[in-house]
């Protein structure tokens, strides 16, 4: 299957969150784990932890990659 691409909207370092341009259209569910890339690196896994139509919000499995995430990073549904 094909990875559906994204990207971060919002990042909020405050309560380690971000906010992704993917969401119930695209058949993201809670629970999923996307991969955020930034250029080509990967940074890291974040985890759905609520889904609104055309938008999602995720946690990071590991929290120092909200150190280096930022608005405009890509997000993908697999890695």
Same mark, same amino acid.
């Given at each position: 299957?094909? !990875?559906?691409?994204?990207?971060?909207?919002?990042?909020?370092?405050?309560?380690?969150?971000?906010?992704? !341009?993917?969401?119930?259209?695209?058949?993201?569910?809670?629970?999923?784990?996307?991969?955020?890339?930034?250029?080509?690196?990967?940074?890291?896994?974040?985890?759905?932890?609520?889904?609104?139509?055309?938008? !999602?919000?995720?946690?990071?499995?590991?929290?120092?990659?909200?150190?280096?995430?930022?608005?405009?990073?890509?997000?993908?549904?697999?890695?």
């Amino acid at each position: 299957s094909e !990875s559906t691409e994204g990207q971060v909207m919002t990042v909020n370092k405050e309560y380690n969150f971000v906010v992704v !341009s993917l969401g119930q259209k695209d058949n993201i569910q809670i629970g999923q784990g996307l991969y955020l890339y930034q250029a080509d690196n990967f940074i890291g896994e974040v985890k759905v932890e609520k889904v609104e139509d055309a938008m !999602s919000v995720a946690t990071p499995q590991n929290p120092e990659i909200m150190s280096v995430v930022k608005e405009g990073d890509i997000v993908k549904t697999q890695k």
